[in-house]
């Protein structure tokens, strides 16, 4: 969508309202600008976006790059939430399977390598290896391993069904959702300003079904192509290539409560965050995906992925 788009869009009418966010431990979100039964933009305080007119010099003054999710209206996408570390010497085992998992299930499998627990932990800066901390800020790791009921590493859980397993099952689970007829369609979309390293992930859901089950919307950002050290058997690799690292919770640790799901029905979000200075755009993706907020299940239902550039 071009900015003359979204310059029209905003001019429909705009309330001003505070995110609801009763997760254990919030994203560092700010106000939220709803648009008149369309786009609800959902911006970081540092952006100071409070109003419509905050909002059309921030959108207009900036220069944006726009890349797309995949298309699953008749697709399940599948979520693989790895949990790894730099210094787990089995965990690159972990990895090579998601390669090959990824060659199989192509763009419908979406894997998220979130480093926490104490093989994660970084060695002090002045030492000579092991000095990079993967682990994305907030804590939300600690979270999901007790959430997910993580016995050792590496681990994985496919669309957050059951608890976490060794690699050796995951393909199974992969099989068991991946014909599930969809739920939701999610498209998604990031607009990124490569100057301010700023993005705007625009995520519209449909719904197909029509249910009283509480849904919330996850984003993450993940980062892959960094070579850093890593633990692989007894060998230390200085040149390790670390994929689909866990770099930001954009919105909280269980996400964003959705509205009742109707069929038929859709909402519109746009998350504006701050990319790190040193995370590079081109090899870092966002991640969206819908889940059921059940503690006995949390299960992904539809999710997408794109570049952030």
Known sequence: MNKLSYIAILFFG???????????????????VS?????????????NLTDSNSLISFITNNVWDTTNGSDNSNRRFIVLEEFTGQKCS??????????????????????????????????PPTADKYTTDFRAPGGHGTAYVQAFKVSG?????????????????????????????????????????SINHVVR???????NITSSNEYHLQLYVIEGKIIDWQLDGAIDVPDYEHKFVLRKVVNSTFGKELDTAVVGGSEKFQYIFKMDNEWKAKNS?????????DPNAYEVIQANSAYVK
């Not at 705009?14 to 939220?32: E, F, H, N, R, W």
């Not at 990824?102 to 480093?115: A, S, T, W, Y």
């Not at 992930?201 to 719904?207: A, L, N, P, R, T």
């Not at 993706?285 to 907020?293: K, L």
């Open 14 to 32: 705009i309330t001003v309202a505070c995110d609801k966010i009763d997760d254990p431990i919030p994203a560092d979100l700010g106000s939220s």
């Open 35 to 47: 648009l008149d039964g369309d786009v609800q933009f959902i911006s970081e305080p540092e952006f």
């Open 90 to 123: 089995s965990c690159p085992r972990g990895t090579r399977e998601i390669s090959r998992l990824k060659d199989i299930f192509n763009e419908q499998l979406i894997p998220v390598g979130i480093h926490t627990g104490f093989f994660a932990n970084p060695n």
């Open 153 to 193: 590493n590496p681990r994985g859980i496919v669309n957050r069904v059951g608890i976490a397993k060794a690699e050796t099952q995951w393909e199974a689970d992969i099989n068991a959702v991946k014909d599930i007829a969809p739920e939701a369609t999610l498209s998604l979309s990031n607009y990124y300003d």
């Open 201 to 207: 992930s625009q995520v519209e859901i449909d719904w």
């Open 285 to 293: 993706e966002v991640v969206a995906f819908i889940f059921d907020n």
